[in-house]
């Protein structure tokens, strides 16, 4: 990108925060329905693969792909020791199993893993990849993102719920927290929710943008404080259990993990 496109992203960038702090962001609805358009329609768009963690995606020509789950499997791991009891797994869902890099790390540690996602081609994929390990039983759910709590009727009872890598690129801060709602929903009593976020920090352009949601900047479109995010959910009954903050990595930045127990 050229100087000249640099300087006119940030300014619109700027703009764009500055309507919403006016308080003329786009309403959720139209939110939902140009996330959805992007995620559902618009797999043409050369990010898509990249924001839906397929092995093929050009990120993944520099990046390891199958890292990008056995470094979350390890620090899940070690999160979860912290609460001090031998823990065995029987079903695991992850909310936006995409091309299965995730998946592929925690499958073969329970007898059933369900991914769900908005997108019938990531939940093949995500198959596909697991279809290569002897033993897992793979379970998809396709969700409406318009109406994400209707796919947890399908998704039935977890002992573990995964939330990774996408509730930075869900519409707005409000979505992310129907997402946990539903992570609370499906969780046995004392189930873990490992989860992921964007955080927020003092600079202005660290905050959920609430407008224009395009492909293109999606990784960036909501953000939560770190004290406000770990609140949120104690209010919708988990017990936060740790957080695990990641400012850079060969991915992206600030990475905030959440190990969450539902009391």
């Known amino acids: 990108m050229c100087p000249l496109a640099d300087k006119k ?6 703009l764009d925060r500055l309507t919403v702090r006016l308080g003329f962001g786009h309403s959720q609805e139209r939110l939902v329905d140009d996330a959805k358009a992007y995620w ?23 990046t390891d792909w199958a890292s990008v789950g056995q470094e ?12 001090g009891r031998d823990e065995q797994y029987s079903r695991i869902v992850e909310w936006g199993c995409g091309g299965g890099a995730n998946a592929l790390a925690f499958a073969p540690h329970c007898d059933e893993f369900v991914g769900v996602d908005i997108n019938q081609e990531t939940l093949d994929e995500c198959g596909h990849q697991l279809a290569a390990v002897p033993g897992t039983h793979f379970t998809p759910v396709l969700a409406d993102m318009s109406n994400p709590e209707a796919a947890a009727e399908h998704v039935g009872q977890a002992d573990v719920f995964l939330c990774l890598y996408v509730l930075e690129l869900v519409p707005s801060p409000e979505y992310g927290l129907r997402i946990m709602q539903i992570a609370h929903d499906v969780l046995k009593d004392g189930g873990i929710a490992f ?4 955080y927020q920090t003092t600079d202005w352009r660290t905050a959920p943008r609430r ?5 293109a900047r999606a990784a960036g479109m909501t953000s939560y404080p770190i004290d406000t995010f770990w609140t ?5 009954g988990f017990q936060p259990e740790a ?17 969450l127990s539902k009391r």
């Open 9 to 14: 992203s940030l300014a619109r960038e700027a």
């Open 40 to 62: 559902v329609d618009g797999t043409a768009e050369t990010s898509w693969r990249g924001f839906s963690h397929f092995r093929d995606a050009e990120v993944f020509r520099t």
């Open 72 to 83: 979350h499997w390890e620090l899940f791991q070690r999160l979860a020791r912290l609460r």
């Open 195 to 198: 989860v992921q976020t964007k």
């Open 211 to 215: 407008h224009r949601y395009r492909g």
């Open 232 to 236: 949120q959910t104690t209010d919708l």
């Open 243 to 259: 957080c695990f903050l990641v400012p850079h990595n060969a991915l992206d930045e600030r990475y905030a993990y959440y190990l």
